[in-house]
């Protein structure tokens, strides 16, 4: 049984009904948390599973201000431009009004609606929003704007702390927390392993004693993870083979929907070549790449081609990444073991996000990067250390017994003491007897 709002919360009940009117979900009881602890003005930390709905609990205490009349904006750090359009259009969706802003339509035009309160959500990347010559510093100075401010959310919230250190701009997000010191902060991700949530915390100056933390398992029981080793060089792409099976023909039907991730560019256009090679000459582009230097045009037309089915397949980057929700993905692929936990975690997060769907995320590795192989080198390791230290013992051994080498003997024969050919005659021995003495002894006297 939930337990009762404190007083002035809203009650679960109401937030569910104010969410089914608005935005047309009912939200599970966690969504509902968020919410009731947005509204008592606490900060918020929300970990849960990719796929979950915390798009959803971004906008439930956005919805609860609109029924009540009021005319608040939800300020949204996004780490992608493209995620951040995605939600704005989704909001929009629900009749909403909600503004992306990115460098194509940053214009002062925008940022004087926006102060006007014409929009209910803003959605902004880092860079614009710590901008100290922007439009967005201009507005964060004045009252008539920050009044009209009812919480700021950071989506993706782990890059905080794991982007910072390519994007100088998330070190500096933490200024809101001076410029906006009553606005409720709320952070989500699906990967805040301790170290990362405490950098977070801490660039973000929040106050654990005011921080409401929902963590919830971030397990995903709907993708079935694989590690398999890769067969053929890595720059000939032939692992990717599993996409498209051999002998492949249009009266195959459709492939299933596939991402393949990449941490270079180059790689993404190449496996693209090869795996085009492996489609009838007509079936090519059903195979696209997605990268951070397509223009935006360009990759919003290969989302809404992958989106739509028209695409079978994108080799991409982390400019795909993150948040992407595309429910029929049925396939993903990391190829080779060349990111942190967290980010695998994410990027095979991209499938089975439709109800009821399943989805296989498969790691390509390279041979040495098996805990078999580790294992195997480390003993290789070992024998070849005991071998070397066999070989100086027994080169120690050869050194005490007999000069090692031809240089060794010669040396040693220098070393080794000589006499002229022209002795004198050795002494010659008499008995003491001789000389008179009692003892019997042997001496030796010069010759005269």
């Not at 919805?63 to 750090?77: D, E, F, M, R, T």
């Not at 969706?93 to 002062?108: F, H, L, Q, R, V």
């Not at 035009?109 to 803003?122: C, K, L, S």
């Not at 492996?278 to 397509?294: Q, S, Y």
Request: proline content about 5%; glycine content about 6%.
């Amino acid at each position: 049984m939930p337990t009762a709002p404190e007083r002035g919360t809203p009650s679960v009940e109401n937030i569910r009904d104010v969410s089914q009117k608005l935005l047309k979900k009912r939200p599970c009881l966690w969504q509902v948390r968020v919410a009731q602890h947005l509204a008592r003005g606490k900060d918020v930390v929300c970990c849960v599973r990719t796929g979950a709905g915390k798009t959803l609990s971004f906008w439930l205490h956005l919805a609860l201000s609109i029924s009540q009349g009021l005319k608040k904006i939800s300020l949204v750090v996004t780490p992608l431009n493209l995620l951040g359009k995605q939600n704005a259009l989704d909001l929009t969706s629900y009749g909403i009004p909600a503004i992306a802003i990115s460098k194509e339509n940053a214009s002062a035009e925008v940022f004087q609606a926006i102060g006007n309160g014409q929009y209910r959500a803003v959605i902004i990347n880092p860079e614009l929003l710590t901008d100290s010559d922007g439009e967005m510093s201009q507005l964060f100075g004045k009252s008539s704007f920050t009044s009209k401010l009812l919480n700021v959310i950071f989506d993706e919230g782990h890059c905080v702390s794991t982007w910072a250190g390519f994007r100088g701009a998330y070190g500096r997000v933490g200024m809101l927390r001076y410029m906006l010191p009553d606005i409720p902060f709320y952070v989500a991700s699906a990967t805040l392993p301790s170290t990362i949530l405490a950098d977070v915390l801490e660039t973000l100056n929040m106050q654990r004693h005011r921080t409401e933390f929902i963590q919830h398992s971030n397990d995903r029981p709907d993708i079935y993870i694989k590690v398999q080793e890769m067969m053929s060089g890595v720059q000939t792409f032939k692992d990717l083979a599993l996409c498209v099976p051999d002998g492949y023909t249009e009266a195959s039907g459709p492939l299933d929907k596939f991402v393949a991730f990449f941490d270079k560019i180059v790689d993404t256009e190449g496996a693209v070549r090869y795996l085009r090679s492996r489609l009838p000459n007509h079936l090519a582009k059903k195979i696209r790449w997605f990268h951070a230097t397509m223009t935006n045009e360009f990759r919003d037309e290969h989302l809404e081609s992958f989106r739509s089915g028209e695409t079978w397949g994108l080799c991409v980057t982390d400019a795909f990444g993150m948040g992407m929700d595309l429910p029929d993905i049925k396939l993903v692929i990391q190829y080779k073991a060349t990111c942190d936990l967290c980010t695998l975690w994410q990027r095979f997060g991209r499938g089975a996000r439709g109800l009821g769907t399943d989805a296989v995320a498969i790691l390509l590795v390279e041979k040495k990067d098996l805990e078999s192989e580790r294992q195997a080198k480390a003993e290789r390791a070992v024998k070849r250390a005991k071998a070397k230290e066999a070989g100086k013992v027994a080169k120690r051994k050869r050194n005490d017994n007999a000069p090692a080498t031809p240089a060794k003997r010669v040396a040693l024969a220098d070393l080794t003491p000589s006499f002229p050919r022209n002795l004198p005659a050795p002494p010659i021995p008499l008995r003491l007897a001789e000389l008179g003495s009692p003892r019997a002894d042997t001496i030796y006297i010069k010759r005269l």
